[in-house]
């Protein structure tokens, strides 16, 4: 299985707003309501930001909303702060018990 | 708090094996899934399979069938992935992660493969 389709950058100034988008195939993002997204900061772990498409953890600012139209997944930071400044990957079950993650963006805050 | 911590960085020869651990604490070990995940320098996120700690039951990414395994220790709340025959390309960063929502991750141990 190839990896879900992401922008290698995206960018905004603060207190703008960014989406990403991650498009994948009718047997992985379009086929089930389970994308999640993913911050990492350079030299650290992934944090979960959103999961089952639009859910946030708690502690998760509600800046970060999420939403899936067919094939393709969106992410969007509202507000953008520069501690939002990171790399971006979505990740989608693809059935048998499968996952796949994006190729991953980098967002800069201008 | 939840926390998973790994064990420490690896160098390795190829053909070799590595056997990385994981420790959870915080909560019920064997009440989530276990997930493993790597991550090559500059490179993107690459799932590797998943293990329940209860059954023991795992599933792995068809790339890494037959050079993998997820094991358990549920008496020390520690799951461990081996990879074997390693080569230059398996050298990554190897990161553990909880539950279907892969919440939270370890911090990662990094595995060198060269001769």
């Known amino acids: 299985q190839s990896a879900l389709t992401q922008p290698p950058s995206a960018s905004g100034s603060p207190g703008q707003s960014v989406t990403i988008s991650c498009t994948g195939t009718?047997?992985?993002?379009?086929?089930?309501?389970?994308v999640s997204w993913y911050q990492q900061h350079p030299g650290k772990a992934p944090k979960l930001m959103i999961y089952?498409?639009?859910k946030r953890p708690s502690g998760v600012p509600d800046r970060f909303s999420g939403s899936k139209s067919g094939n393709t997944a969106s992410l969007t930071v509202s507000g953008l702060q520069a501690e939002d400044e990171a790399d971006y990957y979505c990740s989608s079950y693809a059935g048998s018990n499968n996952l796949i993650f994006g190729t991953g963006t980098k967002v800069t805050v201008l | 708090q939840v926390q998973l911590v790994q064990s420490g960085a690896e160098v390795k020869k190829p053909g070799a094996s590595v056997k990385v651990s994981c420790k959870a604490s915080?909560?019920?070990?064997?009440?989530?899934?276990i997930n493993w995940v790597r991550q090559a320098t500059g490179q993107g996120l690459e799932w590797m399979g998943w293990m329940n700690p209860n059954s023991g039951n795992t599933g792995y990414a068809q790339k890494f069938q037959g050079r993998v395994t997820m094991t358990r220790n549920t008496s020390i709340s520690t799951a461990y992935m081996e990879l074997s025959s390693l080569r230059s390309e398996d050298t990554a960063v190897y990161y553990c992660?909880?539950?279907?929502?892969?919440?939270?991750w370890g911090q990662g141990t990094l595995v060198t493969v060269s001769s």
């Open positions: 009718s047997s992985d993002v379009g086929g089930y309501n389970y």
């Open positions: 915080g909560y019920t070990f064997t009440s989530y899934d």
């Open positions: 992660a909880r539950g279907r929502r892969f919440s939270p």
């Open positions: 089952e498409v639009s």
